[in-house]
């Protein structure tokens, strides 16, 4: 009996072992001497590093939190004019990346855009210079983080917040709680995992993302990292800051553990909800619609808008044949590491599930550290043992048969499929995880009393139960690939370009109106996933 | 299930590489749509298949690190000297650049050891406001850390190789200490916090929110020949000075080209060398991205024509790589962000 | 005057209209039941009063005040109402003693803490305070559940399905526990379930409901010896329904000879009607020369319940001792022992059919 349940735990630990590739890589950088750009650093930078990067992540938090609860709250909670399309429509900020947002605002509110010029016209340009806020700026980076950013939170709340929670809802209703007590004192403690889950997906990314906070000229961990590297070409250096990052994420990961310790209980019923919800109508029903339309308004129409306006610009030259290329190379790129990144969050999920030890729930954790590391170093952890394997098959199969085997796995997509699935791997194993939770243990000793294997539980019974989980990490992972930069640079194939590569090129050269199509294709291309399953996800839950 | 599985890893390995007969494999840290139509020209002229890959310089110099001698790379271009200094440290280059490629180009713009070679340069120059600055109240780099400009100058982030260079330049001619002191002096007379690239340094002069800025050529060229009305009105607002023509002249850098250790195409990576430097392409490079080309015969384009001759610092180029390190730390030290 | 009046209540769910002009009103103190199968509404009309629904026709008054109109709906945390879930819905991130302070924020302290005590004893849950609920059984869980409604003293206390939980046995007791608890408190309320023995257990005055209508609101025997429609006959209790013809204004000719009825409305001498025929109407005597088949039977511990067959072909449920055992097919004798029958209109033999399952099933 004990042979089966090894099994499932030493394929666990093998499968995050491989995964994590990148990550022994880092470590194995710690064990190099600390060199002068070191000392330079924790000397010069690393305090403003550390400051500036807590907070952005507190800036974010209360960002994220307040957009994406207040708007899970309403659209859960309440029936309102324009609630059906603002359902799906707040999650269309999720195909907005955070470097084109961000270069898009600037267009719009610098000290030289339109909208200053146009105040200075009103008021003295004194004024206008001392009242306007920089956008360029940690307030700034916070904003535009929070507003690409808050889906997470908002996607996860809603579910919280729906279903069995609805009932307890009512149930605090009934007690005479208004709506401040439901919120705070019921629905918010309830759906706390789901929302801490959201917040840390948030908050990795926030960690993660260098493009936003290099433009604003914020420096935080991230952009220290680069310049390390950059401006002292220091892999060690680079390597060891990274890994103290690691040790950022670590603690945001520890918080998320101890908040879902108590989440089994949460989840006891599922029971699905078909009472109505109250219609908010007249001034509270525009009051409603007006705080859900915000962030999708800030975070997808008007950078949407001022995207499509730089198209249109640069129509005549700017559309050709060769976009239907980009389209495609993005979107089967996206497709498969989609696909595989679901298919193994649901094997090492369900690892999890058949065998819960304090091993497998760590491997399971170490997993999840990739999301937090930025693109550019998770490409470098891979290209190195990448080319190591490739060098070492070759000079085995020159001194043995002479025949030179090159370079197999470098260079190719599987190598940039295999970092993709590193740095989002975390995405989907949350989403499955949950969804898993959900259902009850019962139903797996039901299935084997029935003679049902494992595998055929999997297929046969959590397979069809979890169908809108997967479907969520699919569509979560999709975007996030579709938006990646850093490491699809690094590690594409000759002659092989992305919608992203292309939108980064022209945006890096400072011509932001030619890059405003490719990144208008990118929110396009991601548009399709994330209207298609909210309708799949919203016709499931009726 | 099996099904899927196998079109999955067809679908991921069906683009390896593939070796064809006549062939040269570019790692270019030249975003795409500045080299991508000349390699294409080339392409059809010389027979040669051009395979290209655009990166971030450090990271394709990993890159052919990592691959080492399987590294199917076969030139690197760069935007900058520093980058090809680094490259030939870490020993990914070869010294294959061959004399008579070597005698086309001033030899202030070319490693002395081979290894590499300019295909194009800009300057860094200083732009001032028309209408609140005298070009006579301009002189050199140098005189820009002085009080007078206290809060006038916007320059972008020292993350930036450009500011690195000229950084770098500052060690070479006035030494590590006197630098840092121009530094400090500098970063007193920011305006704001350095932020965005270099045509937000000149929206910024345009829009009166600093008086001066430190930019490079094409990058005003390309705003005044450009498609956005917005633009170029803000870089018509602005003139170009060239700094230090009294002394050892402006900084300049190049974007150039190297051949790797372990180039399979050696012959075809000089002749793609070759013919990066023929008046053909180097008249494209010069009227498509407002670069000044590194021969004499090829014409420059009209912009850059209209800002006259200029002399132009003939401290050899690696230099800028040796140095690079250290300017990073001095402008860390100053508070250069 | 009465608690609660609920006055031509019309609801309706995505052009499915879930209730039908529904009227009823609790007495202050009154228990009051809704009874039904699943799907008829019984629910949706206990939402309706919490106001969790709102409703398109009709009104519903609390005291006399109005709290739910077509164009009117009191926020639900307004009516002062208390609800026991059929999940308890108890809040799984507090304590006991935090959930059932949640409804009390106004007290002090010290009148809180008297409250909670006093309600854990009343429940018979003395000293869980500071246990989780997921630490409790499913009975515990509706016992706190039933503390934390009636902590805020609530005018009226509504039930849904609170025992559907629970095994059969703890379902009876809590019941009955309930009822005294409720009637020690003097607590008006209203229970939805589609269980008849709890029905009976706790409530004043029962409601059947089918498809979104009241059928009838009456006492318990009422409503099991005098149902105002054959559903009502069917749901509740056991029996069966034969053919009968009216003889005249009182009696009706039957396979099991004259019964003295009241007829349906509007029926005339010789026209056929329904006759309903409860187990305990015939009794089993082994002295009897009125003699019947057995068709089945079914061994109920303190009794058996024959089905027996009429010459005609109709079936009769017969309840007998429990010693008194006797093989299907052989023939039994039997007497009446029913003062009044109930006569509803002709039904059709489809509807004895199936009639007759549900029958056997009982």
């Keep these: 009996m004990k042979a089966p349940q090894n099994k499932w735990v030493i394929a666990t630990i093998a499968m995050a072992l491989l995964l994590t590739t990148p990550l022994w890589v880092l470590v194995s950088f710690l064990f190099e001497p600390g060199n002068e750009n070191w000392h330079h650093l924790v000397d010069n930078l690393l305090p403003e590093y550390i400051i500036n990067s807590l907070w952005l992540m507190l800036g974010v938090s209360i960002g994220t939190l307040t957009l994406g609860l207040s708007t899970a709250w309403l659209i859960s909670q309440y029936d309102f004019f324009g609630k059906k399309v603002l359902h799906w429509a707040l999650l269309l900020p999720l195909a907005m990346p955070a470097y084109i947002i961000a270069y898009t605002y600037t267009g719009l509110l610098e000290f030289e855009g339109p909208v200053q010029s146009f105040l200075r016209t009103l008021f003295s340009a004194q004024t206008v210079n001392l009242w306007f806020p920089e956008i360029r700026s940690l307030p700034g980076a916070i904003v535009m983080l929070s507003l690409v950013l808050y889906p997470y939170v908002y996607l996860l709340a809603r579910t919280a917040f729906s279903g069995n929670t609805q009932q307890v809802i009512h149930a605090s209703r009934t007690l005479g709680a208004g709506p401040y007590r439901r919120f705070f004192k019921v629905a918010l403690p309830m759906a706390r995992p789901a929302v801490v889950a959201g917040l840390t997906l948030a908050l990795m990314e926030t960690l993660a993302d260098f493009g936003t906070v290099q433009y604003f000229g914020v420096p935080t961990f991230t952009t220290g990292i680069y310049r390390t590297w950059t401006g002292f070409g220091d892999t ?96 089967h790129l996206a497709a498969i590491t989609a696909l595989v990144a679901a298919s193994i969050a649901l094997m090492l999920a369900y690892a999890q599930r058949v065998q819960n030890r304090p091993v497998t729930r760590l491997s399971l954790r170490i997993v999840t550290l990739g999301y937090a590391i930025p693109g550019t170093v998770i490409a470098v952890a891979v290209m190195i043992p990448f080319a190591w394997l490739d060098n070492t098959v070759d000079s085995w199969m020159r001194s043995t048969f002479d025949v030179s085997t090159g ?136 | 299930m099996k099904h899927l ?70 030139v690197l271009i760069t935007t900058d000297a520093g980058r090809l200094h680094r490259a030939k440290t870490a020993g990914v280059l070869q010294a294959a650049i061959t004399p008579d490629i070597e005698q086309i180009v001033p030899s202030n713009l070319q490693d002395p050891e081979h290894y590499w070679i300019g295909l194009t340069t800009r300057s860094r120059i200083i732009v001032y406001a028309k209408d609140r600055v005298q070009a006579s109240e301009l002189s050199t780099y140098e005189a820009l850390s002085e009080p007078k400009w206290k809060k006038r100058l916007c320059i972008r982030s020292s993350n930036n190789i450009y500011n690195q260079s000229l950084v770098a330049s500052m060690i070479v001619h006035q030494g ?157 030290r100053a508070g250069w962000r | ?109 010290k009148e809180r803490k008297q409250r909670i005590n006093q309600l854990l004893d009343l429940v018979g849950l003395t000293g869980f305070n500071t246990r989780y609920p997921h630490e409790l059984s499913g009975g515990q869980q509706q016992r706190i559940a039933l503390a934390r409604a009636l902590a805020p003293k609530p005018d009226i206390l509504l039930l849904d399905e609170p025992f559907s939980g629970l095994d059969v046995e703890l379902r009876e007791l809590l019941a009955h526990e309930v009822r005294s608890i409720l009637k020690t408190e003097g607590i008006t309320a209203l229970m939805v379930t589609h269980n008849q023995n709890e029905a009976f257990a706790i409530a004043d005055s029962v409601g059947v409901m089918k498809d979104g209508k009241l059928l009838q609101w009456d006492t318990p025997y009422n409503i099991y010896h005098q149902p105002a429609h054959p559903f009502i006959a069917d749901f509740i209790g056991q029996g ?112 004895d059919e199936s009639f007759t399952k549900l029958m056997e099933n009982n």
């Excluded at chain 1, 499509?308 to 044949?321: C, K, P, R, V, Y």
């Excluded at chain 2, 014409?299 to 250290?326: I, M, Q, R």
């Excluded at chain 3, 005339?268 to 082994?286: A, E, Q």
């Design chain 1, 236 to 331: 060690t250096t680079t390597a060891q800051l990274s890994l103290i990052l690691l040790v950022f994420v670590t603690i945001l990961i520890a918080i998320e553990l101890w908040s879902r310790k108590k989440a089994e209980y949460f989840s006891q019923g599922n029971k699905s909800d078909t009472q109505p919800t109250p219609i908010l109508s007249g001034l509270k029903g525009r009051l409603a619609f007006i705080i859900c339309l915000i962030p999708v308004s800030l975070g997808f129409i008007v950078p949407a808008a001022q995207l499509l306006a730089w198209s249109i610009q640069t129509a005549e030259t700017g559309f050709n044949a060769e976009f239907l290329t980009l389209i495609w190379n993005s979107f």
């Design chain 1, 407 to 542: 370079l197999l796995l470098s260079g190719t997509l599987f190598a940039l499929v295999f970092a993709y699935i590193f740095r989002f791997l975390s995405i989907s194993l949350q989403t499955v995880e949950s969804g898993l939770k959900q259902i009850k243990p019962s139903m797996d000793e039901s299935a084997r009393t029935l003679g049902a294997s494992r595998w055929n539980i999997l297929v046969k019974i959590h397979l069809p139960l979890l169908n809108r989980s997967l479907l969520v990490a699919f569509l979560l992972v999709f975007v996030e690939v579709l938006k990646e930069l850093p490491t699809t640079l690094i590690l594409r194939p000759f002659n092989f370009n992305t919608l992203s590569v292309r939108a980064y090129e022209m945006a890096s050269d400072e011509r932001l109106a030619d890059a405003g199509l490719p990144a208008l294709l990118i929110v396009l291309t991601g548009l399709v996933p994330v209207i298609l399953l909210s309708k799949a996800i919203g016709k499931r839950h009726v």
């Design chain 2, 5 to 74: 599985w196998i079109g999955l890893m067809t679908v991921i390995f069906s683009l390896p590489v593939n070796a064809s007969a006549e062939e040269v494999n570019v790692y270019s840290a030249r975003k795409e749509q500045l080299i991508k139509s000349i390699l294409d020209r080339f392409e059809k002229q010389s027979g040669i298949k051009v395979n290209l890959i655009t990166g971030k310089a450090d990271a394709l110099l990993k890159r052919i690190e990592s691959e080492g001698a399987n590294t199917p790379a076969d």
């Design chain 2, 176 to 332: 590590e200490k006197a630098t840092e002191a121009w530094a400090e002096g500098l970063v007193k007379n920011f305006a704001r916090k350095p932020k965005g690239g270099d045509r937000d340094q000149i929206k910024a002069v345009a829009a009166g929110q600093c008086d001066i800025a430190v930019v490079n050529t094409y990058y005003l060229a390309q705003m005044l020949n450009g498609k956005d009305q917005e633009q170029r009105k803000a870089a018509e607002k602005v003139a170009v000075f060239w700094p230090n023509q009294k002394d050892r002249g402006a900084h300049i850098n190049i974007s150039g080209i190297a051949i790797t250790k372990a180039a399979k195409n050696k012959d075809n990576a000089l002749e793609l060398i070759r013919f990066l430097l023929t008046t053909e392409a180097q008249t494209w490079y010069a009227e498509v991205n407002n670069e000044y080309p590194v021969i004499k015969e090829a014409p420059l384009s009209k912009t850059l024509k209209s800002w006259g001759e200029f002399h132009s610092d003939a401290l050899n180029l690696n230099a800028l790589g040796k140095h690079n390190s250290e300017a990073v730390r001095i402008m860390d």
């Design chain 3, 1 to 109: 005057m009465s608690k609660l009046t609920v006055h031509q209540i019309i609801s309706a769910h995505k052009e499915n209209q879930v209730l039908n002009h529904i009227d009823l009103t609790l007495k202050e103190g009154e228990i009051g039941c809704l009874l039904g199968p699943s799907g008829c509404g019984k629910t949706t009309l206990l939402m309706c009063i919490a106001g969790l629904q709102p409703v398109q026709g009709g009104e519903i008054y609390l005291d006399g005040q109005l709290i739910s109109s077509k164009n009117f709906q009191l926020a639900t945390e307004q009516r002062n109402i208390g609800m026991v879930f059929q999940d308890y819905a108890l809040f799984p991130h507090m304590t006991i003693e935090k959930n059932i302070a949640f409804g009390i924020p106004g007290l002090n302290r």
């Design chain 3, 240 to 351: 069966a329904l034969i053919e009968g013809t009216v003889c005249d204004c009182h009696q009706v000719l039957t396979q099991l000879g004259l019964l003295k009825t009241s007829l349906p409305f509007g029926a005339t001498i010789g026209d056929k009607v329904s006759v309903l025929v409860r187990p305990d109407d015939i009794r089993h005597n082994d002295e009897s020369d009125w003699q019947l088949e057995v068709t089945n039977r079914a061994f109920r511990g303190s009794h058996f319940l024959f089905t027996l067959k009429l010459p005609d072909g109709e079936h009769v449920l017969c309840m007998s001792h429990s010693h008194h055992d006797h093989p299907v097919g052989t023939k039994i004798g039997i007497e009446l022992e029913m003062d009044h029958a109930i006569a509803f209109p002709h039904q059709k033999g489809d509807t």
